[in-house]
């Protein structure tokens, strides 16, 4: 109910404000009239100890690491894992990850191990490309200092106002939808990472601490 007073602020939670100006990779993507929305958290746990839990986001996979009934209510009966899991630590460009069991799944345009999946088209999905509602949507994690990463979800569009009225219809009403899945996916995140690096620092002998 307060989205139309908030947008401006929740379209961007937690994104700095170097984060907001700079370009991104994978906003290519999206060619002309970005209309970027940059949501960000600051995750105490080196980036290496973030990224195998975003190679393994998905639908059939680790699930979205949200809110498991609001997912199911919506037809997704997704189960989200909060382990890392070997089997699912393989990504490359032009593999698929799924949102929706009936649905295509969303394709990885650009990937960096360790650093950025960007998932859009590369190519136009129809003969005409105007047809096509371009937008793309990608993790970022950026280090900061040893034990210490920022995790950047970026999502870019093609200028909404230009779009039909239902379809601004429909962007309007799943953007705070977006909002309320988003960060608790980002939340999530955060604590799988802060936990297992917690673990990790734990078991470590004092000896072995002072060599990290």
């Known amino acids: 109910m307060t989205w139309p007073l908030t947008k401006r602020w929740l379209r961007n ?39 195998p839990w975003i190679v393994q986001f998905g639908f059939g996979k680790a699930g979205f690491y949200s809110y498991e009934l609001l997912e199911r209510l919506v ?5 989200n894992i909060e382990t890392i899991e070997a089997s699912m630590q393989s990504l490359a460009v032009g593999d698929e990850v799924l949102l929706h069991p009936k649905a295509p799944g ?43 990463c920022r995790l950047v979800l970026r999502a870019c569009y093609q200028e909404i106002r230009k779009r039909p009225l239902r379809e601004r219809a429909g962007f309007a009403l799943l953007q ?27 078991a470590l002998l004092p000896q072995e601490r002072d060599l990290v």
Request: proline letters at 9%.
């Open 13 to 51: 939670w937690g994104a700095r404000k170097d984060e907001l100006g700079r370009r991104w990779p994978g906003d290519e993507l999206v060619a002309a009239n970005l209309e970027p929305h940059t949501r960000a958290v600051e995750i105490h746990a080196p980036a290496e100890n973030v990224w």
């Open 75 to 79: 037809g997704i009966p997704v189960t």
């Open 106 to 148: 969303i394709p990885v345009a650009m990937v960096e191990p360790g650093r950025h999946i960007c998932f859009g088209q590369l190519e136009p999905q129809t003969a005409n490309p105007k047809e096509d509602m371009k937008q793309s949507w990608s993790f970022y994690v950026t280090p900061e200092k040893r034990d210490t």
């Open 176 to 202: 705070p939808i977006d909002f309320v899945m988003e960060q608790r996916m980002l939340r999530t995140l955060k604590r799988l990472a802060e936990d297992t690096y917690a673990r990790h620092e734990a």
